[in-house]
C-alpha cells in the first residue's frame, strides 16, 4: 500500500464510495449524489491524498484545507463547482435528482465556522473529508492517511488540525487520538443525527501517530520503479495528463482519425489540444498515395474539430528531411527552427484558426 496525490482519474471510485457510504438508501440515485457531494468536498479543498493497494486501487481518500490560500486553490475550486453543476445537469436529462443533501453540509460547514469564532482560525489546517472503503477498515488506513495530510498542513504553517463529523461516521477514531471536541449540535434536518467539531495540535497529533518512523522507513524502501510500458498503459497515462489538466480547469482533447482503401490504411493523423491550442503530433501518407490532397483533408478535418472545441491556434513540428515546405502551403508560419547534431534541423510552425 502507498499514498499518492489525487487526481480526477479517481473521481468516479469515490463517487460510488461515498454513494455506498452515505447515500445508499436512495438506490440508483446514490452514485449521482456521492458524486454530487464528492464535487461539493473538492471545491472546498486545496490538496487530496490517496491510499491505493500494489495493484494501484484506491482504498482511501483524505482531503485538506490548507490555512493559506494555495496557488491554484481558485482554479480547481472553481473546476469542481461547474462540474458539479454538469453532473446535476446530466443526471437531469436521465429523469434523476443528483444532488445530495445540502442542509446537512450547509449545516456542518457552519458548524465549523462557528468553532472558527469560538476557538480563532489563524494557523487553523482542515480535513475537509475522510472516507475508506469497506475492505480498508481496520488496517491502519486512515491513520495513514491523516499523517500524509498533517505533514501537508505543517509544512505550510498549520499548527491545529480542525475537522467536523457526525456520529454516523467513525467519531471515535478521532476521541481515540484524543482530539478535543470543541463543538456538538443536533442537526436540524437530519434525523438523529448530531454534529461534531474537533480540534487538536498538528504536533501532539504527529507525535501520537509515531510520523517520524514511518517517515524514515517509507523513504528508506521506495516501492516504485521504472518499467517499460505496453500499449494499454497509454490510456493510463494519458488520464493522469487528463485529470492534471481538469484541475487547472482546462479539457485535454486527443484527435485520431485514419483513411482506409479498400480496408488498407493509407494515411492517418494524431492530435492533441489544451484549452485554445491544437498540435499535430503525427501526419503521414502511405508513398503511393501522395499527392491526392489526403494530408491536406486530414489535418483540414482535425483543424475544424478543433475550432469547434474553442481552439483559436494549432501548431506542428516536422524536420528538414520530411517536406518542411508543406505546412507553410496550408497556411502554416515558421516560428523558429534549430540544427540538429547529424546536420538536419527541427522546424516549428504555428497557425491562426
Known amino acids: 500500500m502507498h499514498i499518492r496525490e489525487f487526481n480526477g482519474a479517481d473521481f468516479d471510485f469515490f463517487s460510488r464510495l461515498l454513494g455506498r457510504l452515505w447515500h445508499s438508501d436512495h438506490g440508483s440515485r446514490s452514485y449521482w449524489q456521492g458524486s454530487d457531494e464528492l464535487c461539493e468536498h473538492l471545491s472546498q479543498t486545496d490538496k487530496g491524498f490517496v491510499a491505493v493497494d500494489d ?3 484506491p482504498l482511501g481518500i483524505i482531503l485538506l484545507k490548507s490555512p493559506q490560500e494555495e496557488p491554484t486553490s481558485h482554479d480547481q475550486r472553481m473546476h469542481w463547482l461547474q462540474q458539479r453543476t454538469r453532473i446535476a445537469a446530466m443526471a ?4 434523476i435528482e443528483a444532488r445530495a443533501d445540502a442542509a446537512i453540509l450547509n449545516e456542518e460547514n457552519e458548524a465549523v465556522r462557528s468553532a472558527g ?3 480563532g482560525a489563524d494557523g487553523v489546517g482542515e480535513v475537509v473529508l475522510v472516507a475508506l472503503a469497506e475492505e480498508a477498515r481496520g488496517k491502519k488506513l486512515g491513520k495513514k492517511l491523516l499523517r500524509e495530510g ?4 505543517a509544512e505550510r504553517g498549520a499548527h491545529t488540525l480542525r475537522l467536523v463529523t457526525d456520529n454516523g461516521c467513525d467519531w471515535q477514531f478521532y476521541e481515540h487520538l484524543q482530539m478535543r471536541r470543541v463543538l456538538q449540535q443536533e442537526s436540524t434536518s437530519v434525523e438523529d443525527c448530531t454534529i461534531y467539531v474537533y480540534d487538536a495540535p498538528i504536533d501532539e497529533l ?3 501517530l509515531g510520523e517520524d518512523n514511518c517517515r524514515q522507513k517509507a523513504e528508506a524502501q521506495p516501492t516504485w520503479r521504472i518499467l517499460p510500458s505496453e500499449e494499454d498503459h497509454d490510456a493510463q497515462v494519458g488520464a493522469l495528463l487528463d485529470a492534471h489538466a481538469q484541475a487547472q480547469g482546462r479539457e485535454f482533447r486527443t484527435y485520431r482519425h485514419h483513411v482506409e482503401d479498400d480496408g488498407r490504411l493509407i494515411a ?3 492530435a492533441w489540444s489544451l484549452g485554445p491550442e491544437l498540435h499535430v503530433d503525427t501526419l503521414a501518407v502511405d508513398e503511393t498515395y501522395r499527392r491526392k490532397g489526403l494530408g491536406r483533408r486530414l489535418l483540414e478535418h482535425v483543424e475544424q474539430e478543433a475550432r469547434k472545441g474553442g481552439c483559436t491556434t494549432a501548431s506542428v513540428d516536422t524536420f528538414s528531411f520530411q517536406a518542411p515546405d508543406y505546412y ?3 497556411g502554416y508560419e515558421e516560428q523558429f527552427r534549430y540544427a540538429l547534431d547529424d546536420g538536419t534541423e527541427r522546424i516549428f510552425f504555428r497557425k491562426r484558426l
Do not use: F, N
Open 92 to 95: 437531469s436529462t436521465l429523469g
Open 328 to 330: 507553410p502551403a496550408l
Open 117 to 119: 469564532e469560538l476557538e
Open 206 to 208: 504527529l507525535a501520537r
Open 150 to 153: 498533517l505533514l501537508w498542513l
Open 268 to 270: 492517418g493523423i494524431t
Open 55 to 57: 495493484d494501484g486501487v
